[in-house]
């Protein structure tokens, strides 16, 4: 079959191999993939920059297929459905916070850029009727750390103004799509105006460009201050959002993109009883509720583009740009 490994070569640390299709273990499903689609961490574990990095493992997270084969008999009833995949392994039975063993799938486990991935057959997830195939395979990652970040942390209520940073993200657009059913009212900021134009056409109230100076005042003004703040790009902006927060309100954030911030205006946030809370991917049980979520509500992953498995390089090129708007999936038969 043919798979994206990442390899510790100096040239690109990704390459497309030809190798076996996975033998399985007691316990686990084959699943051929049909669409698999990127989250940062590929990019990221190509830059070299994801911890504990291991070499010559296939990449991704996300995807969704049939079920070819699986080990024990007793899961036969799995045997050609159509599933998504729940890319946790190990998170444990707090559903607070992960155990130390969790994993991701797709690095250090073998993931989905390939034609096909064995997976615990406790991971396989019926892919919503509504969703297509590619669209299924928007969801796994994202929409996970999107629905944690929102419902358990965010805590969103109707009629709240929400503000979801850097719209164009994967995970942003989840986050956005689920504050908006929630019945928040959601703004959005992008450092790309076309992508703003886009977010109000799927519902913004507004949109704010990062980039230029003072875009919180406007922000501020316009919302009167946010109930809830869902950022991944962190840095000295952090401050920023502190500041537009209203009295008791919370910072949600899943990401560093732009690193530490220089320094954290404590003095605001306790006075104003705030919460900065950190959060990564979700349990379980989130899982197979974001999952009722988007199907109960209809819910369609905003998708950037779709190509074939043999361009996948030039998806990563694009993430590491951030020219998407949404998530970047590949169909891979
Ligand atoms: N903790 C977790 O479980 C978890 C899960 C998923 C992702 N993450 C992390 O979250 C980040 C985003 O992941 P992703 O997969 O959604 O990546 P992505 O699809 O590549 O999205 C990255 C987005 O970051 C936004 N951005 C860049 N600079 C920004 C700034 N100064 N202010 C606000 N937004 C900014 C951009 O939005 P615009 O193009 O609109 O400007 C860009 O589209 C990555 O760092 C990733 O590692 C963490």
Redesign the pocket.
Known sequence: MKALMLVDEQKDRIKMVDIDKPKLQPGQALVRIKAAAL???D??CREDKYPSIKYNVILGSDGAGFVEEVFDSQDDKWLGQKVIINPNINWGSDPDVQQHDYRILGMPENGTFANYVAVGIDRLVQKPEHLSFEQAAALP??AL?AYRAVFRHGRVQPGQQVLI????????QFAFLFALKAGAEVSV????DA?IKKAKAYGALEGYN?KLKDWHKQAYNRARGFNLVI???G?D?LNTFIKILKPAGKLVF?????GLPASLDLYRLFWNQGTLQG???GNDTEFAAMVDFVSSHKIIPVIDSVRPFADIISAFDD?KA?N??G?LVIQMD
């Open positions: 989250n940062h961490r990019q990221w990652l994202g750390t940073s850097g719209i164009g993200g994967g995970v942003a900021t992008s450092g790309s992508k990062y950022d991944s790009a840095g902006q899943y990401g560093a993109t732009n959060t990564t991917m993430m951030g998407q708007f998530k």
